[in-house]
């Protein structure tokens, strides 16, 4: 067996061609990673190489401390992951520490994890700790309606959550805890790290303003639709916004209250806010 035929790396790599099908990764822009479970480096054992250097994070994760990840390569094209994945993505193990990686398999002609590894680490460990274990994948991508938004609502969570619950039914019963924004900030670092994975602690979606969008969940079907329902919530925003800044009717607070009620979810008291 190939390791491109283990079920996990045939998810792994679906899912970077989706995205880049919906045209959310120009260039090299975007990342994905996934926290592997036990099996999935069961799995794909006989692949993995300990002879690597070990390398700085350029954070600490000691909530992450030996465990395996898939991620994608800084600099490398979405559009090339399911025809080359072996130079696109790779295998790395987080260190005793938390502070240091290992590329275990993969970037084979000399690449590294994703600049973002800080921000995809960091999110990860916070989601590995508020959901019991179960959130294991990291999504950013350049969604496009939605960093359009960023230029035209107030950069706020209440703002966005509330205008983008108010596009289709569907919205708060896929993110019912909300969004988070983030202000622009200089991208790959550890401020934004910490600025997103702030904001993980309560949301599985973090904008960021005028750069795109992260998203978390417990597999890659749950993350690529949440992503998915985010960005045409935006893309119906944009329309609406074009035609009209005055919406003639919409979801009201009190119909949000049922629609909650009957879908079984908790929808935040500061979101549902008389206008």
């Not at 508020?130 to 706020?156: D, E, Q």
């Not at 998203?215 to 935006?234: I, R």
């Not at 009201?252 to 935040?268: G, S, Y």
Request: aromatic share 10%; hydrophobic share 40%; charged share 25%.
């Amino acid at each position: 067996m190939k390791i491109t035929e283990v079920k996990f790396v045939e998810g792994f790599i679906r899912m970077a061609n989706d995205g880049w099908e919906q045209g959310w990764h120009e260039r090299n822009g975007g990342n994905l990673s996934y926290r592997m479970k036990d099996e999935d480096v069961a799995a794909v054992k006989e692949f993995l190489s300990e002879d690597g250097q070990w390398k700085e994070i350029g954070t600490e994760v000691p909530g992450l401390a030996n465990e395996y990840f898939m991620v994608t390569g800084s600099g490398k094209y979405f559009r090339n992951v399911i025809i080359d994945p072996e130079d696109s993505i790779g295998i790395i193990k987080v260190d005793e520490t938390g502070t240091k990686y290992q590329i275990q398999w993969g970037f084979v002609n000399g690449g590294r994890p994703t600049s973002e590894l800080p921000s995809h680490l960091m999110n990860l460990e916070v989601k590995k700790r508020v959901t019991n274990g179960k959130y294991r994948v990291v999504y950013h991508a350049h969604t496009t309606n939605t960093i359009a938004l960023t230029f035209v609502l107030p950069l706020k969570d209440e703002v966005f959550t509330r205008e983008l619950w108010e596009m289709a039914t569907e919205c708060p019963v896929v993110f019912p805890s909300g969004i988070g924004v983030v202000d622009w900030m200089v991208p790959g670092g550890k401020d934004i790290a910490v600025a997103t994975s702030k904001l993980m602690e309560q949301y599985d979606v973090a904008i960021w303003a005028h750069h795109g969008m992260f998203a978390s969940g417990e597999d890659f079907d749950l993350t690529f639709g949440l992503m998915h329902t985010v960005e045409k919530a935006a893309e119906i925003l944009v329309k609406v916004l074009s035609i009209t800044p005055n919406k003639l009717q919409t979801i009201t607070p009190d119909q949000f209250r049922h629609l909650a009620n009957d879908f079984k979810v908790e929808l935040p008291e500061k979101f549902l806010y008389e206008k």
